[in-house]
């Protein structure tokens, strides 16, 4: 009787020790592009942090291309069910702006470089905003099918050229970049696009020369449709992320090619929401996963710059490739010749005007 009482009570005393490292777990969900993307950094951050610790669980959540929208509601309605989402520059800068992203110190939250050099100094001038922690820099650029064009594509202006290269293509389906590399291609001096973009005959224009390709156009949404339309075939030539076109080109060995010209440098990275009900196990997280060393760790996995300086030497190879991965960056000086540094103060004034025009032209 007394055997069967003490091994009741241990049984007990085990469940309550399930039951209160079960309580005790805390799912973090971590916004996200989805794709090869998100696949690098569940390689280089969240699996290991989850390994090393039990408590944590990250939840992906490949609403990125939302962000700003589902923000906004989130915060009208006072339910704030995200952690830490993945932007570029010009969306943290109007996420800060409008009081939905926190803000923080850059040497309180993050950690130093290996040499003790504070992160301020390590992110430099990629600290773009009070709220934004830079991970890469990468580019938007365009792809093409190798053995779908009778000679090689050498200008973004080439997109526009149906003549010569007949067959459909893939933009995103927002102006960003589009109105840029319409303007250029319309005879706009690349050194005056954001001043011709401040007027509404610059955006006419832009939109104007859109319209010469425009019922040739298959619109995406994710970075991850351009590769697969390359890939099936449905496109001869594509704009997306520079990292997903290594993807498709080099993991799944497509007959496709980078057309480097003209690629617009950005950068991406984490903003914390005004509102997370984690805010000290993301803290944690965070400073984890954007120090030194696993910033150069996401680079083994896909083709973007890691945003510190001291993260750069530690670039080497793809992680099951092989492939000595610096001559794959957006930054290398073969593949930056001609290049536009993406304008985030002027996308952060002047994106929701531009963006009611660009919608309202798709639907004419």
Not at 121 to 147: H, K, N
Request: with cysteine; hydrophobic share 40%; aromatic share 10%.
């Amino acid at each position: 009787m007394k055997l069967s009482t003490k091994f009741g009570v241990s049984v007990a005393a085990g469940l309550l020790a399930a039951a209160s490292v079960a309580y005790a777990a805390t799912d973090l969900v971590v916004v996200s592009w989805g794709g090869a993307y998100s696949s690098s950094q569940q390689n280089a951050y969240h699996a290991p942090y989850m390994k090393m610790n039990a408590g944590i669980n990250i939840i992906n959540d490949d609403s990125s291309n939302e962000a700003v929208a589902k923000l906004r509601a989130m915060n009208e309605v006072g339910n704030m069910t995200w952690d830490l989402v993945d932007v570029v520059a010009a969306d943290a800068i109007r996420l800060c702006d409008e009081g939905l992203a926190m803000e923080f110190d850059p040497d309180e939250l993050l950690a130093p470089a290996p040499d003790g050099t504070p992160a301020s100094e390590d992110f430099g001038d990629l600290l773009v905003s009070e709220c934004f922690i830079p991970q890469i820099v990468y580019s938007t650029t365009f792809g093409y099918r190798t053995d779908m064009v009778k000679s090689t594509p050498t200008s973004v202006c080439d997109v526009f050229d149906l003549k010569k290269f007949p067959g459909k293509r893939s933009l995103e389906k927002n102006p960003i970049n589009n109105v840029e590399w319409a303007l250029i291609c319309d005879g706009v001096d690349p050194g005056k696009v954001y001043e011709m973009l401040a007027t509404d005959e610059g955006v006419n224009r832009a939109l104007k020369k859109l319209g010469t390709i425009k019922d040739q156009v298959i619109w995406w949404t994710k970075g991850a449709q351009t590769p697969q339309l390359l890939a099936d075939g449905e496109v001869v030539m594509g704009s997306t992320y520079n990292g997903r076109l290594f993807s498709v080109i080099e993991e799944e060995k497509q007959p496709i090619a980078m057309l480097w010209d003209w690629q617009v440098f950005d950068l991406d990275g984490w903003i914390i929401p005004k509102g997370t009900k984690n805010l000290e196990e993301v803290k944690t997280f965070v400073r984890w996963a954007t120090d030194t060393q696993r910033l150069a760790d996401q680079a083994k996995y896909i083709s973007y710059g890691p945003a510190r300086k001291s993260s750069a030497p530690l670039v080497g190879k793809h992680a099951t490739l092989g492939i000595d991965m610096a001559p794959h960056m957006p930054t290398d000086p073969k593949n930056a010749k001609t290049t536009l540094l993406y304008n985030y103060e002027f996308w952060a004034d002047y994106r929701d005007d531009i963006d009611a025009k660009f919608q309202a032209w798709l639907i004419r």
